[in-house]
């Protein structure tokens, strides 16, 4: 028996090396500013950037605050609402447990050899990544250019990232 979407070994052709094979692309979108929620969309650019894929990220909503100057530096671990923190939940609203998070993050963060985000944004952006801000978000946080790191290529529209990002696999974080 054979179901719709298994292939049949048998069947399969081995397929054919592209003449001039096209540049991989990934366009993620950072949607949240945590410590522990931003690294994961920063990790994943520097990955695929080695591996020489074109990237582009998009900061909407509180991603913005990545590259936003003055907060990229005060970025924090949100305990409260966070399932897979292996506090009990009556503890992560105390007062201290989110400094207290966020130090032991960046302490094992700086163990492993990994760059703060600032440092990680400037590392990005000198392999080639584009970043983008949200103008939606920036309208509605108040922001203007200069509010942004340099690092940040333009503000764009959603629809444009989208336009830009035709053929890339998108990653929302």
Same mark, same amino acid.
């Given at each position: +028996?054979?179901?719709?979407?298994? @292939?049949?070994?048998?069947?399969?052709?081995? $397929?054919?090396?592209?003449?001039?094979?096209?540049? @991989?692309?990934?366009?993620?979108?950072?949607?949240?500013?945590?410590?522990? &929620?931003?690294? $994961?969309?920063?990790?994943?650019? *520097?990955?695929? @950037?080695?591996?020489?894929?074109?990237?582009?990220?998009?900061?909407?909503?509180?991603?913005?605050? /990545? /590259?936003?100057? *003055?907060?990229?530096?005060?970025?924090? /671990? *949100?305990?409260? !609402? *966070? =399932?897979?923190? $292996? +506090?009990? =939940?009556?503890?992560? !609203?105390?007062? !201290?447990?989110?400094? +207290?998070?966020?130090?032991?993050?960046?302490?094992?963060?700086? &163990?492993?050899?990994?760059?703060?985000?600032? &440092?990680?944004?400037?590392?990005?952006?000198?392999?080639?990544?584009?970043?983008?801000?949200?103008?939606?978000?920036?309208?509605?946080? !108040? @922001?203007?250019?200069?509010?942004?790191? $340099?690092? /940040?290529?333009?503000?764009?529209?959603?629809?444009?990232?989208?336009? +830009?990002? &035709?053929?890339?696999?998108?990653?929302?974080?």
């Amino acid at each position: +028996m054979s179901l719709p979407f298994a @292939r049949d070994p048998a069947a399969a052709a081995a $397929p054919t090396p592209a003449a001039h094979p096209a540049t @991989r692309k990934l366009a993620l979108i950072c949607a949240k500013s945590g410590l522990d &929620e931003c690294y $994961p969309v920063l990790i994943m650019a *520097n990955a695929a @950037r080695m591996t020489g894929m074109d990237v582009s990220i998009f900061f909407t909503f509180y991603g913005l605050d /990545v /590259v936003t100057k *003055n907060k990229v530096d005060k970025l924090w /671990v *949100n305990m409260v !609402g *966070n =399932p897979s923190t $292996p +506090m009990p =939940p009556f503890l992560m !609203g105390l007062p !201290g447990m989110e400094v +207290m998070a966020t130090s032991m993050m960046k302490k094992k963060m700086a &163990e492993l050899d990994l760059p703060p985000p600032h &440092e990680m944004i400037e590392m990005l952006a000198a392999s080639g990544c584009k970043l983008y801000g949200c103008e939606l978000a920036m309208k509605m946080f !108040g @922001r203007t250019d200069d509010d942004l790191l $340099p690092q /940040v290529h333009s503000v764009i529209t959603a629809t444009d990232f989208f336009d +830009m990002s &035709e053929g890339a696999q998108i990653v929302f974080v």
